[in-house]
């Protein structure tokens, strides 16, 4: 068999004379092409990012059902000794409670047939009985039940009681029939799943409809200065070029600034706080790559912008 001759260096004008060799075009021809689709891609990064997140219905599952206006608070601390050793208070007060709120569905004896509870089924608790509890029967499980409800078989949650309260409430219950003691151990287990004793912080909370058209106003307010701003003679020639070079959308440039998305504090977090996506910005994606020396000056502008 015929020796091949090994070539040192491909000499590809010599691949021409043999056009079966012209495979070993395929990496220069391969490499330019990657190369021509980079610059293309980089060169339309701008028009990329504007590729939108296809659009889904809501699943109506999902939205969260509208709170009312309430000012949060400390819910105060419990004194989760009262569960072994409840004070007389106590006891007059869980009979009161569970008349007002309880005996409608479960009955004065606690034995499910409140006049209310005829309807449903699952018939409201027999608290006498032992077996087929949803939650479980001990004081942990019944504490879960008047803070989270069983909705869906139309037990309802009881959270908005205090924590005094809603004990009171099942000792109460816990005199109706024979229940298991409720030992030492139960009680801190109970004090360390929903900090009892520590009191717990409430936050404030506003209804979604009004939070929204806060935002909006409260966005409508910058806006209406973003247009001002822009309108008057606010920049040298120098600035407006720069401003013309780097932001694709100055209402939502300056908006961004103002609200401290854009971090103008130096260039590091100046480029992170974009999160390798100026255009979401109102920004040119161009800012990636230009040097640092224009970068400052972008920052310079920027800081002034968030001054006014
Ligand atoms: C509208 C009727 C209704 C009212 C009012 C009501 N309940 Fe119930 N309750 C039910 C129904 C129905 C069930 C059965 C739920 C199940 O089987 O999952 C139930 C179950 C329970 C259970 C047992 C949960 C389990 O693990 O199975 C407890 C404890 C309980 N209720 C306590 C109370 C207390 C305390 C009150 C008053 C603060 C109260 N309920 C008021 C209807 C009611």
Sequence with gaps: MQKRKIEDEIKYWNLLKNPIRLYGWFYPIVLVLLLFLGIKYVKNLDKISLNEVAYTNIDSADVK???????GGIAPAFNISLIMTPSPEMKI???ELFTANCVSCHGDGGKGDGDAGANLNPKPRNFATLDGWTNSRDFSGMFKTLREGIAQNGMAAYEYLPVFDRV?????IQTLAEFPAVTEQNVTNLDMQYSLSKGIEIPNQIP??????????????VTDKAELF????NFSQDENLLLNEFVSD???AFVNIQRSAINTTNITTFLESLKFNPSDFGLSNRILIVGSKQQEELLTLFR????I
């Design 230 to 233: 822009y309108s008057g003679n």
């Design 93 to 95: 007060r869980g009979q």
């Design 168 to 172: 009171a409430i099942i000792l109460h």
């Design 250 to 252: 100055k209402k939502k």
């Design 65 to 71: 059902r509208n709170v009312e206006l309430k000012k």
């Design 208 to 221: 979604v409809d009004v939070a929204v058209s806060k935002i909006v106003s409260e966005n409508k307010i």
């Design 304 to 307: 002034k912008i968030k001054n």
